[in-house]
């Protein structure tokens, strides 16, 4: 069980006898699916930039040991800015047309959280964006996740929730 407790009806829905597989949630700028090792996140080419840092915001309280895994090809000299940025450095080798860079983006560092908000307005400009953020994130997290957006973001609403189905055993 949970302990906080929120609407119980999201808890009834949150907590029935079997499982979740996945919990999608948003409004119609942006839409969020959880899963217990993955947050998959949409945002519609409009959506506000205060929305997008709230979404952040909000996975980086419920779980700062979340993470967002980028990689990219640069200079070699570029890579110690990204560094500079909250990024962590977790691969690089020479490739065509320069280094293929491996980061972590730590929600735990509100300055790579910063930086991951302003790459992600850069991207919008070219059209919608599709970020995966990995979490250990349980049932309770979900919870607390949709209680923290349901709370700080207008709109937001529940959409689905899957459950996990037992496979059926032949006897």
């Not at 409004?27 to 519609?44: L, P």
């Not at 491996?102 to 307005?121: D, E, G, Q």
Request: contains cysteine; aromatic residues 12%.
């Amino acid at each position: 069980m949970c302990a906080q407790k929120t609407h119980q009806d999201l808890e009834a829905k949150i907590s029935p006898p079997q499982s979740l597989g996945s919990f999608e949630m948003g409004r119609n700028d942006v839409n969020v699916v959880c899963t217990y090792g993955k947050i998959a996140v949409w945002f519609g080419r409009k959506v506000p930039d205060y929305i997008i840092a709230q979404v952040l915001i909000g996975i980086s309280k419920v779980d700062p040991s979340t993470v967002h895994e980028f990689e990219i090809i640069c200079d070699f000299d570029e890579i110690t800015e990204y560094e500079s940025k909250g990024y962590i450095l977790v691969s690089y080798g020479k490739t065509a047309g320069g280094y293929r860079v491996n980061y972590s983006i730590p929600f735990s560092n509100k300055k790579a959280l910063f930086h991951l908000s302003r790459f992600v307005l850069e991207e919008l400009q070219k059209g919608e964006v599709r970020k995966d953020f990995y979490w250990n994130g349980s049932d309770c997290d979900i919870q607390r996740l949709y209680k923290e957006f349901s709370n700080n973001i207008d709109s937001w609403e529940l959409k689905a929730i899957n459950y996990k189905t037992e496979p059926q055993t032949n006897r």
